[in-house]
């Protein structure tokens, strides 16, 4: 694949970026790790420097993070920096969540394979107005220093596979490892993390089920575009570029229009809207890169796109 995602599988319906080879059964995670292309390792290598005369000299304490079957090279690192192998993510995850309780859904390698990704399905469900919403849990790594080893939750609405909400970064929502630490070795920390699920989604549905209750007149949706795109519901419409009014108007129609809006148990609710500008950002947003649709994923998940679902959640839950 081109671009920002490497390779991927996905198991079930076609996920909303369209991407990845599907699998027709509920992947174990021997197999999801072959389908993801992700069953291979980075090691660490010397890094050398040209002196003056035609010969190396070694650079004291510093590595190079490369992929043992093709030799690409993710970053240069420190020597306390402790790589974590994709095989090692994968063993963490079914020994965190229970291998016969989380249903592999998607996983793979973004930008050449710098950053690898493992989503998994949590058990149950619930009901915003007749939307249903799954439960997930999003592992992250990186073999090129960008991010730590990070776990949280995202929930998913069914009918158009919108991401919503992430979780916040406290640590009591989300698992977070410097690659200074063996990853094995925080597992009961881990499974801590992992308990405290009820309680996150009971809460985030509380406030789900809020914006759903929560009528929003027309004259406030100017103002949560505004605060979602710009951080600022009063900034000046003239003071706004071009392309973010672009997309504030394409947002707004989707608040009305898009997947999943016509339940006549949200129409003109917050949830309506929040719904609305995320699906903008998972599947209109044209973030930097050669293919639109790998790098709006990466933004969805971990760029600007998250950040403009969040200043809308926030948004709206203190209206």
């Known amino acids: 694949m081109p671009a920002e995602v490497e390779t991927?599988?996905?198991?079930?319906?076609?996920?909303?970026?369209?991407?990845?080879?599907?699998?027709?059964?509920?992947?174990?995670?021997?197999?999801?790790?072959?389908?993801?292309g992700l069953d291979w390792e980075v090691e660490m290598y010397g890094v050398?420097?040209?002196?003056?005369?035609?010969?190396?000299?070694v650079v004291p304490g510093y590595f190079a993070t490369t992929r043992k079957t093709d030799n690409k090279v993710f970053g240069v690192m420190k020597s306390r920096f402790k790589p974590v192998q994709n095989?090692?993510?994968?063993?963490?995850?079914?020994?965190?969540?229970?291998?016969?309780l989380a249903i592999y859904h998607t996983a793979g390698s973004l930008k050449e394979g710098a950053i690898v990704w493992i989503l998994a399905k949590l058990p149950g469900n619930f009901s915003i107005k007749g939307d249903q919403v799954d439960k997930y849990l999003l592992l992250t790594n990186s073999h090129d220093g960008s991010r730590a080893v990070q776990m949280f939750y995202?929930?998913?609405?069914?009918?158009?596979?919108?991401?919503?909400?992430?979780?916040?970064?406290?640590?009591?929502?989300?698992?977070?490892?410097?690659?200074?630490?063996?990853?094995?070795?925080r597992i009961a920390q881990a499974q801590d993390i992992l308990g405290i699920a009820n309680k996150f989604y009971r809460d985030w549905h509380g406030q789900a089920e809020h914006l759903a209750l929560l009528q929003l007149p027309a004259p406030q949706v100017p103002l949560l575009l505004k605060a979602a795109f710009t951080g600022n519901s009063e900034t000046k419409m003239e003071d706004i570029w071009i392309p973010v009014k672009n997309a504030m108007e394409k947002a707004e129609e989707l608040i009305y229009v898009g997947r999943g809006q016509d339940n006549p148990k949200i129409q003109g609710t917050a949830w309506q809207a929040y719904n609305g500008i995320a699906e903008y950002v998972d599947y209109y947003k044209k973030p930097r890169g050669k293919n639109p649709n790998?790098?709006?994923?990466?933004?969805?998940w971990f760029g600007t796109g998250n950040d403009i679902k969040k200043r809308a959640w926030d948004y709206l839950l203190k209206l």
Request: charged share 20%.
């Open 87 to 100: 095989r090692e993510a994968f063993t963490f995850f079914d020994n965190v969540v229970g291998e016969k």
């Open 154 to 185: 995202t929930p998913i609405r069914v009918v158009c596979w919108n991401t919503l909400q992430m979780a916040d970064s406290t640590a009591s929502a989300r698992f977070y490892m410097r690659h200074t630490t063996m990853v094995m070795n």
């Open 48 to 57: 050398y420097t040209r002196t003056t005369d035609p010969t190396f000299q």
């Open 8 to 36: 991927m599988f996905y198991a079930g319906e076609t996920p909303w970026h369209g991407l990845g080879t599907k699998l027709d059964h509920i992947a174990t995670s021997e197999e999801a790790i072959v389908a993801a």
């Open 294 to 300: 790998d790098s709006r994923l990466n933004s969805a």
